[in-house]
């Protein structure tokens, strides 16, 4: 295992479908974040899992969206009735807790394209 | 609210000059501050983080970045710019304590020109 891995790298859907995209961490990785990143911005923290805990969601994360760690390893994140402005990079990140701080590592994305 | 704020969205420098990207974090605590760096369609790269050590702080890629507390500055420097550094390039906060979310500036895409 050579980084995060995110499945697929880009969906295109029709307004008002429900997509889902996976993230694989990396192995050893107990945290887990998803971003959103549009154009020309950074990226917008969505939700945080510790293990399978999921321990913070931004006021971001709609009703619409629901993200998933059941075991502790890979994630899936819902978007339910998809809208215009769910278009954008979403981005899943990895790191290991240590005392102190840890580092995040990024995966290359799933761009989402609403039409 | 911490944050973290880009000045420039764009930036274009010369093969061989110096590269200057400018971070400024707002937080009530000391924070932890971090440069990642986005080639077309990857994910980000860590650069460099500060952690509360020493404040000149050096990374990859011969990038280096100084915490000045009292300007509540992170600026990113390389003294010699390459074709290869022309990317965009994020600084991004965490609180102290805490989850570890990270706060992202909106970015400062690099340009390098012959």
């Known amino acids: 295992d050579t980084g995060v891995s995110q499945d697929p790298r880009h969906k295109i859907t029709k307004r008002g479908q429900n997509v889902t995209f996976r993230c694989d961490p990396i192995s050893e990785h107990n945290r887990l974040y998803w971003y959103r990143q549009t154009l020309g911005q950074g990226p917008e923290f969505l939700t945080y899992f510790q293990n399978e805990a999921q321990l913070e969601k931004s006021r971001l994360l709609s009703d619409r969206f629901s993200a998933e760690r059941p075991k502790g390893s890979f994630s899936t994140l819902e978007i339910q009735r998809t809208e215009q402005g769910d278009s954008a990079m979403y981005l899943c990140?990895?790191?290991?807790?240590?005392?102190?701080?840890?580092?995040?590592?990024f995966g290359p994305g799933t761009r989402l394209t609403v039409l | 609210a911490q944050s973290a704020t880009q000045l420039g969205s764009h930036v274009s420098v010369s093969e061989g000059a110096l590269v200057l990207l400018r971070c400024n974090y707002s937080?009530?605590?000391?924070?932890?501050l971090f440069w990642y760096v986005q080639y077309p369609n990857q994910g980000l790269q860590l650069l460099l983080k500060y952690t509360s050590a020493a404040t000149l702080v050096k990374g990859i890629n011969g990038f280096e970045a100084e915490f000045k507390k009292s300007e509540t500055s992170f600026h990113l420097t390389k003294p010699s710019a390459h074709m290869s550094d022309a990317a965009e390039y994020f600084c991004a906060v965490r609180p102290s304590g805490g989850y570890n979310k990270l706060i992202f500036g909106a970015g400062t895409r690099l340009a390098v020109h012959p």
């Open positions: 990140a990895s790191s290991l807790s240590l005392a102190g701080e840890d580092e995040q590592f």
């Open positions: 937080s009530s605590v000391p924070p932890y």
